[in-house]
């Protein structure tokens, strides 16, 4: 198990503070954090304002030393023992970070594996089978600079996983990637998980992304831990109300202000958001569950129903809710 204790990070920044004076300032990244890491299961850590994901990523992945705390990973410390935990963990990052151009898809990974001491037979075999692994079996001999922006991403994974890693660090690894290509690197890491029982932390602005991978979430703010639990859990606890969207033929004055007085009595909103050719499409938004007066209402004024459909709240809204909460 990786287990992160209560950990802080201060960065000590130079600042000028006249023609000739310049002076230390103190900025805590990370403020306090703990979590755990488990075989198999994916987590999330999502962000809200510069909230120190990437800072904590690089602490357990041994590049930075925390200014408190502990991180242990498999029981060795990340400070004093950090050779036997760089072993054990390993981080991608999305963009085009960390590859050599020039150099053949083979040759990067050749170059990363003799970072983590592997050489011969034993490299050879781990760089084939990760090459087939991520696909890029083919393309193995072609510099990295002829490569799609897919593959690069692939050959991104294959480095990553050089070491053989249990625990696995993926900072936005999606970043800029067209859709498909996105879709193909997320049942990778789901595969990777459930499959390979690797431990993952992920980072992603993509909350969708976080919503479909993970086993669990953790909102940090500023550093600091703010909210943590499944994804489900979170989107029940936080985001109220829901969300009806119907499509109706046509939208009278007299069934505009029968909706209006519907929608004060539930405390709620409404709107159009779409006028397609020959329809009308409304939003409805309120605490409680609306359809049943919705269609008593729209069956009094005889008024066809196209589509009706209903909108559970996502992890989106709960970050936007607790986002909105903390600037208040
Ligand atoms: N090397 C550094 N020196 C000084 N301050 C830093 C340094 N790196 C990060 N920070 C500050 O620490 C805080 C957390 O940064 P970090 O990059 O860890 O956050 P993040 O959650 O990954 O952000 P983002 O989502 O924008 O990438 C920010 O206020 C940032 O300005």
Same mark, same amino acid.
């Given at each position: ?6 950990? @802080?990070?201060? *960065? ?21 954090? #703990? ?10 850590? /999502? ?17 930075? &030393? ?25 981080? +991608? ?13 083979? &040759? ?12 011969? #037979?034993?490299?050879?075999? =781990?760089?084939?089978?990760?090459? &087939? ?13 002829? *490569? ?10 294959? =480095? ?22 996105? =879709?193909?690197? @997320?049942?990778?890491?789901? %595969? /990777? ?12 602005? *993509? ?9 669990? $979430?953790? +909102? ?5 831990? +703010? ?12 985001? %109220?109300?829901? @969300? ?37 499409? $409304? ?17 009094? %004024?005889? #008024? ?17 809710? /607790?986002?909105? =909460?903390?600037?208040?």
């Amino acid at each position: 198990m990786l287990i992160v204790d209560d950990v @802080r990070k201060i *960065y000590r920044v130079k600042e000028r503070s006249g023609l000739f004076r310049s002076q230390w300032r103190e900025v805590e990244a990370v403020g306090g954090l #703990s979590f755990h890491m488990r075989p198999g299961k994916i987590i999330g850590l /999502l962000g809200i304002n510069g909230a120190g994901k990437t800072t904590t990523i690089k602490m357990c992945s041994t590049l930075l &030393e925390p200014t408190d705390g502990t991180i242990t990973v498999d029981g060795y410390d990340a400070v004093r023992e950090d050779r036997q935990v760089k072993a054990l963990v390993n981080m +991608i990052a999305g963009g085009e970070r960390m590859l050599y151009w020039r150099l053949t898809g083979r &040759e990067n990974l050749q170059y990363f594996a003799s970072l983590y001491g592997l050489f011969g #037979s034993r490299m050879t075999e =781990r760089i084939d089978f990760l090459l &087939e692994q991520v696909g890029l079996t083919e393309a193995a001999d072609t510099p990295v600079e002829r *490569y799609s922006k897919g593959m690069k991403q692939r050959l991104q994974i294959a =480095r990553g996983l050089i070491n053989d890693p249990k625990y696995l660090f993926l900072d936005e690894p999606t970043l800029g990637l067209d859709a498909p290509i996105a =879709r193909q690197l @997320r049942r990778h890491v789901k %595969h /990777l998980a459930a499959e390979q029982g690797k431990a993952i932390l992920l980072t992603s602005h *993509y909350i969708h992304e976080v919503e479909e991978l993970c086993d669990e $979430v953790f +909102i940090i703010d500023k550093g600091r831990l +703010i909210a943590h639990d499944t994804p489900a859990a979170l989107t029940r606890m936080l985001a %109220h109300g829901t @969300r009806l969207e119907v499509e109706i033929p046509a939208l009278s004055d007299a069934l505009q202000r029968d909706l209006q007085k519907m929608v004060t009595q539930h405390g709620g909103t409404w709107h159009i958001v779409e006028t397609p050719a020959q329809s009308w499409s $409304v939003l409805l938004q309120s605490e409680t569950d609306m359809t049943a007066p919705l269609l008593s209402l729209l069956a009094a %004024h005889q #008024s066809p129903v196209l589509q009706l459909r209903t909108q559970q709240p996502s992890l989106e809204d709960v970050i936007l809710e /607790l986002a909105e =909460r903390r600037s208040a």
